[in-house]
T-cell receptor
Framework: KNEVEQSPQNLTAQEGEFITINCSYS?????LHWLQQHPGGGIVSLFM???GKKKHGRLIATINIQEKHSSLHITASHPRDSAVYIC?????????????FGQGTRLTINP | DVKVTQSSRYLVKRTGEKVFLECVQD?????MFWYRQDPGLGLRLIYF???????EKGDIPEGYSVSREKKERFSLILESASTNQTSMYLC????????????FGPGTRLLVL
């Protein structure tokens, strides 16, 4: 079993829909990251969370430390949101703080 | 604007060739990382470095080595490329400390024939 599990693996929706991507983890963490990868490969960090909730534009990320679960929500989805969304957890190791990644969720928003 | 660059976007090599992938960051970050990304497996850590001349094995170091002679540059070396090393390779860097965000390069898609 992977230490970080994402669901769903693939998600297709219509423009304007509310999107939720889930991430569950089984290890102790110091922080959780949500990353976005567009076709072509570049990865951008969207959020880093250690508790509660963060909002940036139409994107909202929440984390429940007790349940070891995080969600990424996209409101009023748009075709430009089409990308792979990756959850990653930072383990409590000192030094370089390694990340453990989920397998990613491929999101397609149709116009 | 933060920047992590990788020497090539696409690379085609033959089995047995020695391959160098270079990564350069201009943010004076202490930490640098090499990952490979394969369908269904996600990103997996090959090696990381938390200081010049320091390196640590990640989850899948076999068949790879690294070099960090200068703070801004982290090289991944495939001593004798094999077809199972065909993959997307991503470099990242971060500052020291628990809050450091990792910044990723654009990736190098390597094909080993």
């Amino acid at each position: 079993k992977n230490e970080v599990e994402q669901s769903p693996q693939n998600l297709t929706a219509q423009e304007g829909e509310f999107i939720t991507i889930n991430c569950s983890y089984s290890v102790g963490i110091s922080a959780l990251h949500w990353l976005q990868q567009h076709p072509g490969g570049g990865i951008v960090s969207l959020f880093m969370l250690s508790s509660g909730k963060k909002k940036h534009g139409r994107l909202i990320a929440t984390i429940n430390i007790q349940e070891k679960h995080s969600s990424l929500h996209i409101t009023a989805s748009h075709p430009r949101d089409s990308a792979v969304y990756i959850c990653a957890v930072r383990s409590g190791i000192q030094g370089a703080q390694k990340l453990v990644f989920g397998q990613g969720t491929r999101l397609t928003i149709n116009p | 604007d933060v920047k992590v660059t990788q020497s090539s976007r696409y690379l085609v090599k033959r089995t047995g060739e020695k391959v160098f992938l270079e990564c350069v960051q201009d943010m004076d970050h202490e930490n640098m990382f090499w990952y490979r990304q394969d369908p269904g497996l996600g990103l997996r850590l090959i090696y990381f470095s938390y200081d010049v001349k320091m390196k640590e094995k990640g989850d899948i170091p076999e068949g790879y080595s690294v070099s960090r002679e200068k703070k801004e540059r982290f090289s991944l070396i495939l001593e004798s490329a094999s077809t199972n090393q065909t993959s997307m390779y991503l470099c990242a860097s971060s500052r020291q400390g628990r809050r450091g965000t990792q910044y990723f390069g654009p990736g190098t898609r390597l094909l080993v024939l």
